[in-house]
């Protein structure tokens, strides 16, 4: 299939590349849904989420938004290794809590009657409010991730990639996801939304953030002021700091228009993107990188610089 340019209306490639990015969020929620009203939530979500893997690894192929991005960048184990151990690092978390006795003393807020949430309300509804009230906390965790040097250390993992397709998608440092869950999720679970409500919030974020990170040729219209579009979330990986520093909704872009930094200009986002700093290319060298102090960077810079020159790899 041929690249699709501003302007360019060609028969049904133009018309799929509207349809698609609503249309594979359309089938992944009705097919959660479905396993919501038969009491297999989660089992109905990996259904939807691997046919969403499946469904973007063959777009990807078929109508490429740049062409460049197919070339192999070297970095499949490590992005593969970030989204286990972030994963690997939540599924920690929850069992950590419920040893504790975390999740006793969060209980009494949750339980039905209790705290502000409107329980009594349609499930559709209340799914909407969780993703706004969980959105507030994902994009100041975000944003904080950008403007705090400290949780930038943490995030410049993600942003460190010079391509975008589905296999970064949970490129994560497991710090920076601890933050991120734990802010995002804790916000719903103090306001006391139903466990269904944050199925229904982890869930979104799934389909959201895979379809952020695709290579995929699709078009938004006026779906990007909603919600966190691959359109915006391109811009957000630019090089160029006045382009990153936008766009910091997980989910909705509500938060963006409300604090100023929305950002969605006419013209294509860059093809050059990733950080304007060194980080290393081995997945250890990069769970390591934020704790180490600026003398033993500038040494692992200096070791990768030898090994690139270096007849043999650097190991
Ligand atoms: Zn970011
Ligand atoms: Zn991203």
Request: proline share 5%; aromatic share 14%.
């Amino acid at each position: 299939m041929q690249d699709l340019k501003e302007g360019q209306h060609s028969g049904f490639d133009y018309w799929f590349s509207w349809l698609t990015w609503p249309g594979l969020m359309l089938i992944c929620i009705s097919i959660t849904a479905y396993g919501f009203s038969i009491d297999y939530p989660i089992m109905f979500f990996n259904v939807a989420y691997i046919f969403l893997i499946i469904a973007l690894l063959f777009l990807e192929r078929l109508m490429p938004h740049e062409q460049q991005w197919r070339l192999p960048d070297g970095q499949n184990f490590a992005n593969i290794a970030h989204t286990l151990t972030s994963k690997g690092t939540v599924q920690g978390l929850l069992f950590f809590s419920t040893v504790i006795g975390l999740t006793e003393v969060i209980t009494p807020v949750t339980e039905p009657g209790n705290g502000l949430w409107p329980r009594h309300w349609p499930m559709a509804v209340q799914a909407i409010i969780g993703l706004i009230v969980s959105e507030f906390a994902l994009y100041w965790a975000h944003r904080l991730s950008h403007e705090w040097p400290w949780l930038w250390r943490f995030h410049a993992v993600h942003h460190s990639v010079t391509k975008l397709w589905i296999v970064n998608t949970g490129r994560f440092h497991f710090v920076d996801s601890l933050v991120s869950i734990v802010l995002g999720t804790g916000v719903l679970v103090l306001a006391g939304a139903p466990l269904e409500v944050v199925k229904w919030q982890a869930s979104i974020t799934a389909f959201i953030g895979m379809l952020t990170h695709c290579n995929v040729q699709m078009r938004f219209a006026c779906l990007s002021w909603f919600f966190n579009t691959p359109g915006l979330h391109r811009w957000h990986h630019s090089l160029e700091l006045a382009e990153s520093d936008r766009n910091y909704g997980e989910n909705l872009i509500l938060w963006d228009h409300i604090f100023g930094t929305y950002l969605n200009p006419e013209h294509r986002p860059p093809t050059a993107i990733g950080i304007n700093a060194f980080m290393p290319a081995k997945f250890r060298h990069q769970l390591i990188w934020p704790f180490l102090s600026e003398a033993s960077k500038k040494k692992m810079e200096a070791a990768y610089l030898l090994a690139s020159t270096a007849p043999c790899t650097f190991d």
